[in-house]
């Protein structure tokens, strides 16, 4: 590695130096020429902002006998600085944001094909995956709610704006994004999903590189093969990750949700298939306001319930449990909770075979080309499991689209250029549920319960896996407990570096993990782990933290309550006996403390256990993440969407100022 060398007062800039030449600094300047299309009314009735309003703009280089037009706002999540090729001036965060200023781009050509007036304003977001395993994931599933409050202040600051394009692609801002657009339901909005980067021609996914630390470390690949893997993942430099994790999960579920046009959730990032989509979309934005129609006219009770079927249908990421109450809250909507998705997984079949779930595992571009969200709702419709008359921004019905998508050239197009290019069946990414059963495909999300966590808890069933699942369809695991209270020494364990590793049959549990202790983090570097690693499907894992959407396995996570806010799972040791069952038919489950490692009885030793020795809030979790996991907790915590219910909220502040009040005026009459 080069090493840059030291600064010293002989190469220190000099930051005083004249001009060169003095006259290059420009002290006045013409401005802009023309004049503003102003009218008496104008003059008399707006406002001064309004007014200054049209300086600005004119100010900036716009043509000022076009002022007047309809303002839209694109609001991206646009991360780093491209030079013109493409190439890093300064790098994004991650390819999820890499490339969607293209996106604002097309969209602002097509508002001026209107005669509109684009504006854009930039929110961008963190790499989930970039902070896997740092205290950078402690500031991950708070962010979304910041990043959705800036969103909705930068959209009510345009005061003109008729619509918002919003455009996004990965796991906080694409949430965030959504919140944004269903929090301001009385605009012509419109989603765009910035799409997903192809997968290397030769090479591992995003998902499984992300595990080469894991298998290096027990000797499963060589450096050689590690760092060839950790090169090739990305095959373009745009886009969310080739699976179905909560990037992905995300996109598919807005445009379920009516947020987007037709076919656009998980489109090839930078192809002409997927600018055309913001041009579209900036359309149906100018459609919507020309027809009175807003966001709230979409965002309605029957849309969140195709939100969920789609969801269960896909095998969708865990953590839209969090994001689609968020968003049903933020568009006044009642949140649909633990009753309703285990309802609608109990209802819905898994039909779609796409990363990171079987059989095969295909990547996003196969399910965006087997014909994508239209496709999977046709089937959904076929089964009498659709709402077709939620309405979408395109103005159309959701029966509207699906009779026009089945015969569509596009539906043909996509479908025969996966047969051709990948020669891969589209029937086989995207099946009929008859044929989906047949596979063994098995319904998404179970959500079990137990003497550990009384309040529930969640695991993607479907991915299990299956060489561990007995004939009658359930997952059965007894094993002694692995307690852990930070991710560092659960992953130092789990890759054999401590003199205690983690061996087949153990029962990792993982505590102080979430909302309260550091901010509900994602633990992929665990679940991704036992499934890359030859022994990991037969371990468990219990924590009441999060999981990446591309997490597979026996993998529980959400517990409630979770152990700093005195859950059971809080009191688990080494060496007791943990029991574990989960029906992937009838989607039950159970998750219990059988044996202590003392011979106490496992109810007494919950009851009267203190919780163990080093749980404690975790030394790094910034005071802001603190707020949030006291003010979601006041929401409705985990459960409820990790949102802030400002009735609540209040509500809790004001009876805490009284009842300190009540305090104070005890001990004055007691002093």
Request: aromatic share 4%.
């Amino acid at each position: 590695m080069t090493e840059n060398p030291p600064v010293t007062p002989s190469t220190r800039p000099d930051y005083f130096a004249a001009l060169d030449p003095p006259e290059s600094l420009a002290t006045t300047a013409d401005g802009p020429s023309g004049k503003l299309p102003l009218s008496d009314e104008i003059l008399r009735q707006w406002t001064s902002g309004d007014l200054f309003g049209l300086t600005q703009s004119v100010g900036m280089g716009f043509d000022p006998r076009r002022v007047l037009g309809d303002q839209y706002l694109i609001m991206s999540t646009q991360g780093g600085v491209r030079n013109p090729d493409g190439t890093p001036a300064a790098l994004g965060y991650h390819t999820g944001h890499w490339e969607v200023g293209l996106l604002v781009r097309a969209a602002a050509e097509q508002i001026e094909t209107h005669g509109g007036v684009p504006f854009a304003a930039f929110v961008s977001d963190p790499c989930d995956g970039r902070t896997q395993g740092t205290q950078g994931m402690f500031d991950s599933l708070p962010y979304r709610n910041d990043a959705a409050i800036v969103m909705r202040r930068l959209i009510r600051s345009l005061p003109q704006r008729k619509g918002v394009i919003g455009i996004a692609t990965c796991d906080k801002g694409l949430p965030a994004m959504m919140m944004a657009l269903a929090g301001t339901g009385d605009l012509a909005n419109v989603l765009v999903p910035g799409g997903v980067t192809l997968p290397p021609t030769v090479g591992e996914d995003a998902g499984k590189v992300q595990t080469i630390g894991a298998r290096y470390s027990r000797g499963e690949m060589s450096l050689e093969e590690a760092s060839t893997a950790g090169c090739r993942a990305c095959g373009t430099p745009g886009g969310g990750c080739q699976f179905l994790g909560t990037a992905a999960t995300s996109q598919v579920v807005a445009e379920a949700l009516g947020m987007t046009v037709p076919h656009a959730a998980l489109a090839p990032s930078g192809q002409p298939i997927w600018t055309r989509l913001a041009r579209d979309s900036a359309s149906a934005a100018a459609a919507m306001h020309a027809s009175g129609m807003t966001m709230r006219d979409v965002l309605t009770e029957a849309a969140f319930e195709n939100a969920m079927r789609m969801h269960a249908a896909v095998g969708g990421s865990t953590n839209l449990l969090l994001h689609i109450p968020a968003i049903a809250a933020a568009a006044g909507i009642r949140r649909p909770n633990v009753d309703d998705f285990s309802r609608v997984n109990r209802d819905v079949p898994r039909f779609v075979d796409c990363l990171p779930n079987g059989p095969v595992g295909h990547p996003t571009v196969r399910l965006f080309l087997a014909g994508g969200v239209p496709e999977v709702a046709l089937h959904l419709r076929r089964a009498g499991l659709w709402n077709v008359d939620a309405m979408t921004v395109s103005g159309l019905s959701w029966g509207e689209i699906l009779d026009q998508w089945e015969s569509s050239p596009r539906r043909e197009v996509c479908r025969e250029r996966l047969r051709l290019a990948d020669g891969v069946d589209p029937d086989d990414v995207i099946m009929s549920p008859a044929k989906a059963r047949k596979a063994g495909l098995t319904s998404t999300v179970c959500f079990p319960k137990g003497n550990l966590c009384p309040q529930g808890s969640v695991i993607k069933a479907t991915s299990i896996d299956p060489t561990v699942i007995d004939d009658d369809g359930v997952y059965r695991k007894r094993g002694r407990a692995r307690v852990f209270t930070t991710e560092r020494s659960a992953i130092a364990a789990v890759k054999g570096q401590t003199d205690s590793s983690i061996e087949p049959g153990d029962v990792i549990v993982l505590i102080g993990r979430g909302p309260i202790g550091c901010g509900m983090e994602e633990t992929y570097q665990i679940t991704s782990a036992l499934k890359y690693l030859s022994f990991g499907k037969e371990v468990a894992l219990i924590t009441d933290a999060r999981f990446s959407g591309v997490s597979t396995g026996a993998c529980i996570g959400h517990v409630g309550p979770e152990a700093l806010a005195g859950g059971p799972i809080g009191r688990v040791r080494d060496g007791d006996v943990i029991e574990i069952e989960v029906n992937r038919d009838t989607l039950e489950g159970r998750v219990n403390l059988v044996e202590t490692f003392d011979g106490n009885p496992p109810s007494a030793a919950l009851a009267s256990r203190s919780c163990h020795p080093d749980l404690q809030v975790d030394a790094g979790i910034p005071d802001d993440t603190r707020l949030w996991a006291a003010l979601q907790q006041i929401g409705g915590g985990t459960w409820g969407g990790c949102v802030y219910d400002v009735d609540e909220i209040l509500a809790t502040l004001e009876a805490g100022q009284k009842a300190l009040a009540n305090l104070k005026n005890e001990n004055d009459d007691n002093g």
